[in-house]
């Protein structure tokens, strides 16, 4: 049974960071194109950012750029998002994925964790 659960999630003040961490069970990160998406309310699903199998395939939204960094830890099967800087629209909340595809209509994932929750205030 796959899982992916998210945590670090919470409340900061703009300008601060928080770094949210998804640690998988069930399969291996690594052997997957994986990452994060967002929600906010009232609005659609959006992809953040995503790591594909080398560590070279890096992906990010233009919003997140230069204030958001992915990474993984093989050895604890776990994939990192560090947000820095954070703003109030970066408000949401943060689902982590596993098995990203490329679609028409945008992204689409194989596994989902829960989500977690992040709200910047201003």
């Known amino acids: 049974q796959v899982q992916l659960v998210e945590s670090g999630g919470g409340l900061v003040q703009a300008g601060g960071s928080l770094r949210l961490a998804c640690a998988a ?3 291996t990160l690594s052997s997957y194109h994986a990452g994060w998406f967002r929600q ?3 609005k659609e699903r959006e992809f953040v950012a995503s790591i594909r199998f080398s560590f070279a395939g890096l992906s990010y939204a233009d919003s997140v750029k230069g204030r958001f960094t992915i990474s993984r830890d093989n050895t604890n ?3 990192y998002l560090q947000m820095n800087s954070l703003e ?3 408000t949401a909340a ?3 994925a596993a098995g990203i595809t490329t679609t028409t209509s945008g992204y689409s994932s ?7 929750q992040v709200t910047v205030s201003s």
């Open 25 to 27: 069970s069930g399969l």
């Open 94 to 96: 943060y689902y982590c």
């Open 110 to 116: 194989r596994y989902w964790g829960q989500g977690i």
């Open 77 to 79: 099967n776990t994939v």
């Open 40 to 42: 906010a309310p009232g």
């Open 88 to 90: 109030p629209k970066d």
